[in-house]
């Protein structure tokens, strides 16, 4: 286990809050924020254009953070693409791929609306998909997913980790299901890279992607998109960066991952991103992983005998615990939290909407965890919401 109290001053503001609120973004460390600082005051320059001193120090610095990035992550430098977010990274691959009419996409209910929605556009080009269920745990059974693949199924599109419920897919499974039948399988890792070992080459997925600034500690705005194969996809976006000859009838695009990677990108943020995921490393994923299932389910377990709350998920869940307390809105919840002990939680139907129609709410309050909480914190959890339940 890792020295909990001295990772806690690498984030200076937890010292200001309780931060349970991972889910949606998580804190950087100093370290990362310093290596930021140092392209701003020391380097500043263009990624990949320029022959001079400081574009060269910094195309040094991003093209590091991208080996470091897809060494973590277990793929090819050549197929780790640098994005703004997952959504972005999602998007490249329904804009990225060439459909016909009759194609089809398998994805789930328990989906991000950022891995439903670019799907969901892609039937007004006459593509079909399908929606698998789950239960009301947040749980996919591999073998729906099976039996929704057709001989016209070209991609099935599943989340590692759900962001309502904490429910982990066997993505390994679902990416020999689809390979079986020779269709794509997309990956969306946003809420299990960096919370939990991510081995893509043993995946096997066709795409893996995950936003910079959740489990990767990097700052917002950055986002990975993993390749298996770069050939199979188009590049959304050209222009500057993208291409290495052009007249004014043609051009050539670059080899990947450049093709990917039009315009200026997130320079310093991509740099940060690197020196955040070598943070993760060096504390150790799978300790992370250990440590942030205790707080959740210790924290499920603690609210569930509560009376009149309600919580949500499997029993087995990552740092994610989704919550209610009977007749009061989660939003009011979370107000309270914050109001009375600094307790900062998510409330709201997290950007999935029909995961959460599921269990037939309007919205949850959610405690989501990092390398960062601790058991006192869970106990500031506890104890606020057993005295918001006194006010009912
Ligand atoms: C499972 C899942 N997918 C996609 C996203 C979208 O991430 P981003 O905001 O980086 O695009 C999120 C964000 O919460 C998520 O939890």
Redo the contacts with the bound molecule.
Sequence with gaps: MYDILSVRKDFPVLEEVIYLDS??TTQTPVQAVNSMNDYFFKYAANHGRGAHRLARQTTDHYEDARDIVAEFLNIGSDGTIFTK??????NMVSLGLKWETGDHVVTTVV??H??LLPWMRLREQGVEVTVVGSDREGNVDPKDIDEAITDRTRLVSV?H???VFGSVRDVKKITQIAHRSEVLSLV?G??SAGHMPVDIKNIECDFFIT?G??GLLGPQGT?VLCIKDPEILEPVYVGGGTVHAVTTESYELEPYPSKFEAGTPNIPGIIGLGRAVEYVKDIGVEAIEKHEKELAQDTATRLAEIVGVEVYGPKDRTGVVPFNVQGMNPHDVAMILDETRKICVRSGY???MPSVDLIGVEGTVRASFALYNTKEEVDSLIEGVEQITMLI
């Excluded at 977010?85 to 999602?90: D, L, Q, R, W």
Aim: proline content about 4%; some cysteine; aromatic content about 0%.
């Design positions: 889910g949606a977010n997952a959504t972005e990274s999602i989906e991000h950022s891995n989340n980790v759900s962001n969306d946003s809420q936003p600034h959740k986002g997290h950007c999935a």
